[in-house]
């Protein structure tokens, strides 16, 4: 028994683990993309676009189907009214009618079938909008999963210059009772101290508002346990720095496959399907129908010893079969075909302006990141030049400081000189890494 109790609670015990763990697990970049994507409402409501246009492309394909309609009647008489023979007479009766009814198009000058084109161009439009939607979601995620990674090393560069400040008091103190410092310079490093801790708690805070942008840019619920994994920046800043490409590489590239372009040029063409179903009002309509109606009368007035036809023989009597052709000629309809052909062309011209747009605003995007990347790349390289020169001239004022050969106030400068470098050496680094990851975006790498 004691063995049963000892296994159920290891049981317990490893399954509470494992599930802590799996509630903590460490996101990476891929892992809150694919959440996002899955999780967006505005990605949904395209996918709901897309759908509907898709139901919009089979009830015009359908609507080339004969249509079907069947009725039926009871009438009933009283008063003068007709026989089954047509005389009007005093009389009380019903009559009982059935009929079914078809109809086909035969010819409308092909208005269905370029309607048909317009409305599947318009699909893959709507699927490009679909396919922008989801990456404009793509690279705003990015852009918050680096500003975590951002708020992150500022929030360890602020937990390291809490520790100079601490050394730095401990330093004060022995000088102070070594008589090389006064009383007044301590005061001084633990005010710094002080200072560091409410940024220290500043950058904590930061860090987790920049989270709760990640999580909610993923509509992700539960926060509480979310955490990103740390990829290795400086492979990244690496592969970015030896990838970074012209802005006509890119434009050569983006010009073809970018969704916003996909969908303008659809939309274009699709336009100029209506404009051609449109003028195919201006032709005469041909449908076929065919028809089958039966009925049956019954008199209520008929004299003693006289009696209706029997149900059988009204039913072979009565019934009748219709076959036609139903030629419609347009002549003058209010100059509404007229209008709506010259509505068609004006949204031709519309539609190709948006397309000239499209690839203006495309171009400009694509030069911006080319050259937000390169100044990034270079404000990089140099933040590190000044870490490095910053990071100098705090060991040699630290060492200063300790023989009692600077003062506190000159040494808490070289070290808030050394924690702004590389601080602005953190933000330099993820701005590089968004901007280029924006450029290769654009000449068609994945984000991930």
């Known amino acids: 028994m004691k063995k049963i109790v000892l296994l159920s609670a290891i049981l317990f015990f490893s399954g509470s683990l494992l599930t802590a763990q799996s509630r903590e697990k460490a996101w990476t970049l891929e892992d809150c993309i694919e959440y996002s994507l899955e999780n967006n409402i505005g990605v949904k409501r395209y996918e709901l676009a897309k759908e509907n246009q898709e139901i919009t492309v089979e009830t015009t394909r359908f609507s080339r189907l004969p249509d079907l309609s069947a009725s039926v009647g009871q009438t009933f008489y009283f008063g003068r009214t007709p026989d089954r023979d ?5 009389q009380t009766g019903s ?6 009814n078809t109809s086909v198009n035969l010819f409308n000058g092909f208005q269905v079938t370029n309607r048909l084109k317009a409305d599947k161009l318009e699909l893959q439009a709507a699927v490009e909008d679909l396919n922008r939607a989801r990456e404009d979601l793509s690279l705003a995620v990015t852009g918050y999963y680096l500003q975590v990674l951002l708020s992150r090393d500022l929030y360890e ?11 730095q008091v401990e330093q004060t103190e022995i000088l102070v009772e070594a008589g090389k410092s006064s009383e007044s310079d301590l005061y001084d490093a633990r005010s710094s101290l002080a200072q560091q801790q409410m940024q ?13 942008d990640l999580t909610q840019t993923m509509n992700l619920t539960d926060v509480k346990h979310f955490d990103v994994s740390v990829p290795d920046v400086s492979e990244m800043i690496s592969r970015e720095a030896a990838g970074l490409v012209l802005p006509s590489e890119a434009y050569h590239y983006s010009v073809t496959q970018r969704p916003a372009i996909k969908a303008a040029e659809y939309r274009l063409e699709g336009s100029e399907m209506s404009l051609k179903a449109t003028q195919g009002a201006y032709y005469p309509s041909l449908r076929l129908g065919a028809g089958y109606s039966n009925s049956y009368y019954f008199n209520y007035s ?4 006289m009696s209706n036809a029997s149900l059988a023989d009204q039913w072979a009597q009565n019934s009748a079969q219709s076959v036609g052709l139903s030629l419609s000629i347009p ?3 209010k100059m509404e075909t007229r209008n709506r052909v010259r509505s068609a062309r004006l949204n031709i011209q519309n539609q190709e302006l948006l397309l000239d747009q499209a690839k203006q605003d495309l171009y400009k995007e694509v030069q911006q990141a080319y050259y937000n990347a390169v100044a990034a790349h270079e404000k990089y390289k140099s933040s590190q030049m000044a870490v490095e020169a910053a990071s100098l001239a705090y060991e040699y004022e630290e060492q200063k400081y300790e023989a009692g050969r600077s003062n506190i106030y000159t040494f808490d400068q070289v070290r808030l000189r050394l924690s702004s470098a590389r601080s602005e050496a ?3 680094k993820y701005n590089f890494l968004f901007r280029s990851r924006i450029l290769a975006f654009y000449n068609g790498v994945s984000l991930l």
Do not use: H, P, W
Request: no cysteine; hydrophobic share 50%.
């Open 86 to 90: 047509g005389i009007y007479q005093d």
């Open 95 to 100: 009559n009982s009618s059935l009929g079914i």
């Open 157 to 167: 560069i602020a937990l390291d210059q809490l520790g100079l400040n601490k050394k």
């Open 200 to 212: 220290v708690t500043e950058s904590a805070n930061n860090l987790q508002l920049a989270l709760l």
């Open 302 to 305: 008929l004299a003693a010893g």
């Open 331 to 333: 002549l003058f309809n």
């Open 426 to 428: 953190a933000q330099a």
